[in-house]
């Protein structure tokens, strides 16, 4: 992996890297020194002021090397034959380049490095021993080659730091986001659950409430039955409400509540009757389905008559249940056109949104519309899978 522009070094670390520079760039200028005098090589003023002066320039354009990488490294060659104490800058501006990992940049200032110290050893001729022009190439190679290697292991070493920091950045993205759709889906489980609860109660008194409004031939008995149905659906309604916020808050070491299944839709049929809906059911269901089933075979037929109480006041209203085990579960609710009041045109609403989705998560079928006699159909096929079946396979 390739960097383009390397992260920007702190006050702290761009002083160190330099005074490191000039500590070699030192050492190698006194060494030098002094081969030259015990050779009896004057070195003149050019080594005592131009040397560190070229030195010192060098120095200070490696500070631009992170902005400038190439153009840095290449004058910093180009500039070192004329100063021994510009070695460490120059190593430095190698080990920077080669940093950025980027083959054809590191055989360029390579090759320039190992031409430059040829140069060098002409303007500071100090005596070899026969044949050592071998030597000449293969120290300034190995000084670049070491140079060189420590640069790009710095480079992998930040490639592998900033790989580590995306990652970690996207892991907490991720969490983020799979914290979002916790609560997205938290919310949506229970508005479902409040509506399921508040919908089919809240309707039944609001049906009640109006006909005590508008009902004025009702003897003080009926008017008395009326608010007493209505003062009941209020009650049922908070208890059944309590109860929802109960299952929400529970600990997850917590015993649940058993949810209302297929076998409490009597109970709901009865109640509708109370309220004063024309109720009929009729059931051919052989066995007991599973929970899931079961439970969404209820939310759909008290879906179907607080459907029928909001939008066909007087309707009949007829429910159907039949299946068993190893085929399906048949689920309808038909009611017939409003008799009382004015009807509201049945609309897909939230409750048969979060009616589908229930379904959909059992595994079955929804299907809803208009009858033919302008009344209205809600029904669905939930599956129902052979337990005894389940366990021989």
Not at 224 to 244: C, P, T
Request: glycine share 8%.
């Amino acid at each position: 992996m390739n960097t383009d522009v390397a992260p920007p070094l702190g006050g702290w670390q761009q002083t160190w890297r330099l005074a490191a520079a000039a500590a070699v760039g030192t050492l190698t200028w006194l060494s030098i020194g002094v081969l030259l005098h015990q050779q009896g090589i004057g070195t003149g003023s050019w080594y005592l002021i131009g040397d560190p002066l070229v030195a010192f320039c060098c120095l200070t354009a490696l500070v631009w090397r992170r902005r400038f990488p190439l153009t840095v490294a290449m004058t910093v060659i180009v500039a070192s034959p004329a100063s021994v104490l510009a070695t460490g800058a120059v190593l430095l501006a190698l080990a920077s380049i080669s940093a950025r990992r980027r083959p054809v940049e590191i055989g360029v200032v390579g090759v320039a490095y190992v031409t430059a110290s040829q140069v060098a050893a002409g303007l500071y001729p100090v005596q070899s021993p026969p044949g050592s022009l071998w030597f000449q190439l293969a120290f300034p190679a190995l000084t670049a080659g070491v140079a060189m290697a420590v640069g790009m292991a710095i480079g992998a070493r930040r490639v592998e730091v900033r790989s580590l920091r995306e990652r970690a950045e996207s892991a907490e993205r991720e969490q983020t986001a799979r914290a979002a759709q916790a609560r997205a889906l938290e919310r949506n489980r229970i508005a479902r659950e409040m509506h399921d609860v508040l919908a089919h109660r809240i309707s039944l008194v609001a049906m009640q409430a109006g006909a005590l409004d508008h009902r004025s031939d009702l003897t003080a008995e009926e008017n008395r039955v009326l608010v007493r149905g209505i003062a009941d659906g209020s009650h049922q309604a908070l208890e059944e409400l309590r109860d929802v916020l109960g299952v929400l808050r529970a600990d997850p070491g917590r015993l649940e509540p058993p949810q209302p299944s297929l076998d409490r839709i009597p109970e709901l049929v009865t109640d509708a009757r109370t309220s004063g809906l024309d109720v009929t059911l009729t059931t051919t269901v052989a066995g007991e389905p599973p929970d899931v089933t079961g439970r969404t075979c209820y939310r759909i037929v008290q879906e179907g008559l607080t459907n029928a109480a909001k939008h066909a006041p007087g309707a009949h209203v007829h429910i159907t249940l039949e299946g068993e085990a190893g085929d399906k579960l048949d689920v309808s609710v038909r009611n017939s056109p409003a008799t009382t009041g004015k009807a509201q045109p049945p609309v897909s609403g939230f409750g048969l949104l979060g009616l589908a989705e229930r379904i959909n998560l059992a595994g079955g079928e929804l299907n809803h519309h208009p009858t033919p006699d302008n009344g209205y159909l809600l029904a669905a096929q939930l599956p129902w899978p052979d337990p005894t079946h389940e366990k021989r396979t």
